[in-house]
Every structure is written in C-alpha cells, then in structure tokens.
C-alpha cells in the first residue's frame, strides 16, 4: 500500500534554513509526480496550500509565488525519497508540511512534519 512518512520539521529562527524528507512506499515512485503542501495553523484540511511540485524525472519543478527563491524541490529516484530545502524561512512559514502523491486520481498523504519559525 501507499505510504509516505515525512520527516524533519522543527522550529528554526527567521532567516534560518531546513530539510524536510519524505520517504515513499508501495509505489513506483519513479513514475509520478510529488508534492509538498502545507497546512497553516487554524486552517483546514481543505486549505492545504500547494508548497512545491516536481516532475517524476526532475525536469520541472514548480513552487507557489511566496516561497520561490527560497525553497528547492528535489527528489532521489534511487532512495525513493522527495526533498524540500528552505532557506530564509519565514514566520510565515510556520505550518504542517505533507508530501504528497497523485496515484489513478486518488491523493495520498504522509502524517505531515510541524515547521515553526519563530524567534
């Protein structure tokens, strides 16, 4: 079955910088397009904001106007895995990342990473 597990969120200062990972299972993850979104404090589900995209072969990737030049998508095809660096974070910022992935038009989630910036 599908999994992804998403990790390494923590609270970083304004200006900082952070990896998150998110590590897939029981798909060909070579094959499809991820995602990272994110869910700001007091917001639902349904407002997930899409963050970043990248293509199945890293030839395109796309971000959300308020984060570009900022962060950088990447995925390792052999490690089955999908980054996001951030740099000069923001309190902004400050959500619940999910990665995610479109499978036969069926969405799938990983449990999410918490991401504060604060000082």
């Known amino acids: 079955q599908v999994q992804l597990v998403e990790s390494g969120g923590a609270l970083r200062q304004p200006g900082g910088s952070l990896w998150l990972s998110c590590a897939a299972y029981?798909?060909?993850?070579?094959?499809?397009?991820m995602s990272w979104y994110r869910q700001a404090p007091g917001k639902e589900r349904e407002e997930r904001d899409l963050?970043?995209?990248?293509?199945?072969?890293?030839?395109?990737?796309d971000y959300t106007d308020s984060v570009k030049g900022r962060f950088t998508i990447s995925r390792d095809n052999t490690k089955d895995t999908v980054y996001l660096l951030m740099n000069n974070m923001k309190p902004e910022d400050t959500a619940v990342y999910y990665c995610?992935?479109?499978?036969?038009?069926?969405?799938?989630w990983g449990q999410g990473t918490q991401v504060v910036v604060s000082s």
């Open positions: 963050v970043a995209s990248i293509a199945n072969d890293s030839s395109i990737a």
């Open positions: 029981g798909f060909s993850f070579s094959m499809y397009t």
């Open positions: 995610s992935v479109r499978i036969l038009l069926r969405d799938y």
